[in-house]
């Protein structure tokens, strides 16, 4: 499938996206856990500025569905994020990744903030002002199976909260966009991480980009033209 130009250069197919992560990984040195903190960060911040913490009298309250990957460790330490914002983070973690010893360790540092980490969705979103969509990244192919696609079509039911989706709108082929039929997510928010996929070219929301750290290098060798992040901020609005 051919390529395509976007705000940030050229949009990522799958294949590039694994491998700028890769190459993130092994020329600069980032760590899975210094990649991962660096993408849960920017979004809550997208979360913090779609969402201001001013906007409300109380607390508001974020739900955050996260996946077994990496996607969902994004989610995990968003969650931690929002918590220190001023939010009310609750988790929904319906597959925990039991076999790698961060993801043990993400969910031990939102045990110590009483961030409640759940399996199931709850009967009633009404008390969320926003939904993060951590389910599936740009690795996600095939067919979405139980429980997720289950609340996929709950989160996609008229009447729920606005969902921001983190890199790839879960149900989404990361070059085709949303798929003909299956369960899949039409959010009104993404953020994107390092760039944008193919899939954004799909995407008519409100569209941010988060990863304030890529080298020249790499954004020259993947042709990124990545726009100017403002101030000390990690995240920047893309435009529509």
Request: glycine share 10%; net charge negative.
């Amino acid at each position: 499938m051919d390529q395509m130009e976007g705000a940030c250069g050229l949009l990522l197919n799958q294949k590039d996206a694994i491998a700028l992560d890769q190459e993130l990984m092994t020329s600069p040195g980032f760590s899975v856990d210094q990649l991962m903190e660096l993408a849960g960060l920017s979004v809550a911040c997208a979360v913090a500025t779609a969402f201001p913490r001013e906007k409300y009298e109380a607390r508001p309250s974020v739900l955050l569905v996260c996946g077994p990957g990496n996607n969902g460790g994004d989610g995990l330490v968003a969650a931690r994020h929002l918590y220190h914002f001023g939010y009310e983070a609750h988790v929904i973690y319906p597959k925990p990744n039991v076999k790698e010893q961060l993801f043990a360790n993400l969910r031990t540092q939102l045990e110590q903030l009483s961030v409640p980490v759940e399996a199931a969705l709850p009967d009633s979103l009404d008390r969320y002002c926003a939904v993060v969509d951590a389910i599936f990244g740009f690795s996600f192919s095939g067919a979405v199976r139980a429980p997720f696609d289950d609340i996929i079509r709950r989160l996609s039911s008229s009447g729920s909260p606005p969902v921001l989706s983190v890199d790839i709108p879960s149900g989404w082929d990361v070059e085709k966009g949303p798929p003909t039929e299956g369960p899949a997510l039409q959010p009104g928010l993404l953020i994107s991480l390092t760039a944008p996929k193919m899939c954004a070219a799909h995407f008519k929301g409100r569209h941010f980009l988060g990863g304030r750290f890529v080298p020249p290098g790499i954004l020259e060798k993947y042709r990124l033209k990545l726009p100017e992040y403002p101030g000390v901020s990690q995240v920047v609005e893309l435009p529509s």
